[in-house]
Structures are given as structure tokens and as C-alpha cells.
């Protein structure tokens, strides 16, 4: 029924930031709060989805009624998603995930030094955990495990709505994912605020859909795109 859409379907939501520690106190990290993916759990929820949560770490609580894992780092968050995404209809990657991690972990606090010498943290590349699933379900034996429909978001930094809609529709393609829902961040924008405006891409071609608001409201619009794709008449 129409209240009812994702009724019998399972759906993960990774949602959060992860944190790649330096050493026992330190970590880069990032200004997600889980807000966004918490939205997205409770319309999913009320949509009649069974809900698998993956969490990093985030500043309010995860919804009651969710299947809860939780990751801290984008490598954890890795191993987590990929076992809630086994045998789920659809998964929404809501987490901010470090792209980069500090090469090496100093297993006690790093200290100023004698010398005054500026300290270097170099970076490696984490896994796309996202990019990765989408390679891993084209390649044989894993179709029909991982979920026909992938949605990531794109955060992206800039004040040209052309321009970051461009990027949005390369990066789309570049994910190989079936949809996109792309945002513009920054400081005062998105990330920790209650308040969200998005375009939402699809792989197929269909028509991009535009929804701002609370993040409520576009957790609804997100939802209901989602339970459009999976609906038995689109396929
Ligand atoms: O490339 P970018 O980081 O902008 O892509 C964002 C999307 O990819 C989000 O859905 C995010 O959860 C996902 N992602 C990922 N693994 C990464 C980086 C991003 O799954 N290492």
C-alpha cells in the first residue's frame, strides 16, 4: 500500500563520520553529525523497512527500532557495512568517510620535540567502501547478495549550484551507484545543522529530484525515491 513501501525490505543506512586516529588521543575527523542518516533510518522505518544502522560515530543517539552496528574507523566502518549490505534491498551510505588516513599509528602520544621541528603526518588513502561494493556485485558469484540499489551522497564544498550538480552527475557515474544525493557543505552549511537542501541523481536517467527543508523532509524525499526504485513496476 502506499503507506507502506518499503514494506519486507531491508534497508542500510551508514550514517556519521569516522575518525582516523594519529595516536591514543588524537584523530582526524570530520564535522558529520548523523543527523542526515538518522532521518533517513526513521522515514525508512516508518516507510515499513526493516532498518540495519550502521553507525560511526555521531552526535546525538541512533534511532530506537534499528538493527545497530557501529565503526569508528573508515576501515571498521568498511567490515561493517559489507556485512549489513549482504541480503539488504537497498544501501544508503550516509557516513562521511575519511578519505585519508595517517599512515602510521604511534601507539603513545606524539610529543613536541626538543628540536622545535614541525611535525609531518602523511597520509594514505582509505578503501571507498562504496565504489568497492559496487565492484564487488558486477563481479561473478557475489550478484543477488549485495543490494540492486546503492545510494550515495556527495558533499561538496562550492557556491556554484551549476558546477556542483556537474560534479555531482560525474561523480554518479564514477561511483557507479544508482543514485546520488548531492549537498553542499561547509562550515555553516549541513554538516551539525537541522536544515538540508539537496538534488538527488539517478543512474537511470530519470528526471533529478530537488528537496530541502529539515533533514526530515529530505530523509522523506530520499525514502520515497528509494521506494519508488524498488517498486516491481519500474523493473
Ligand atoms: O567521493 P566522496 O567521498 O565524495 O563520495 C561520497 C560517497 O561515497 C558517500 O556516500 C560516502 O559515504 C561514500 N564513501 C565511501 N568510502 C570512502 C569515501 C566515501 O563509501 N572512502
Request: glycine share 10%; hydrophobic share 45%; with cysteine.
Amino acid at each position: 500500500g502506499a503507506t507502506v513501501p518499503l514494506a519486507g525490505k531491508i534497508v542500510a543506512i551508514s550514517a556519521g563520520g569516522t575518525r582516523e586516529p594519529l595516536d591514543p588521543v588524537r584523530y582526524l575527523g570530520n564535522r558529520s553529525s548523523g543527523r542526515q542518516g538518522i532521518a533517513l533510518a526513521k522515514a525508512a522505518l516508518a516507510a515499513g523497512a526493516t532498518v540495519r544502522f550502521i553507525a560511526a560515530h555521531m552526535d546525538v543517539p541512533a534511532p530506537a527500532g534499528v538493527e545497530l552496528s557501529t565503526a569508528s574507523t573508515a576501515r571498521q566502518l568498511q567490515v561493517a557495512v559489507t556485512e549489513a549490505a549482504r541480503g539488504a534491498d537497498a544501501l544508503i551510505m550516509s557516513a562521511a568517510v575519511a578519505d585519508f588516513r595517517p599512515a602510521e599509528y604511534v601507539d603513545s602520544k606524539i610529543k613536541k620535540s626538543d628540536d622545535h621541528a614541525d611535525p609531518v603526518i602523511t597520509l594514505v588513502r582509505n578503501p571507498d567502501i562504496l565504489a568497492t561494493l559496487v565492484a564487488d556485485r558486477t563481479a561473478a558469484g557475489s550478484a543477488g547478495e549485495l543490494p540492486p540499489l546503492i545510494v550515495g551522497f556527495a558533499a561538496e564544498t562550492g557556491d556554484a549550484e551549476a558546477g556542483v550538480l556537474e560534479y555531482g552527475a560525474a561523480k554518479l557515474k564514477r561511483k557507479g551507484c544508482e543514485m546520488l544525493v548531492v549537498n553542499e557543505v561547509g562550515e555553516n552549511l549541513t554538516f551539525g545543522t537541522d536544515e538540508n537542501s539537496v538534488t538527488i541523481l539517478f543512474a537511470d536517467g530519470a528526471a533529478a529530484v530537488h528537496a530541502s527543508g529539515s533533514k526530515d523532509e529530505v530523509a522523506a524525499s530520499v525514502i520515497d525515491a528509494v521506494g519508488r526504485a524498488l517498486a516491481p513496476a519500474r523493473r
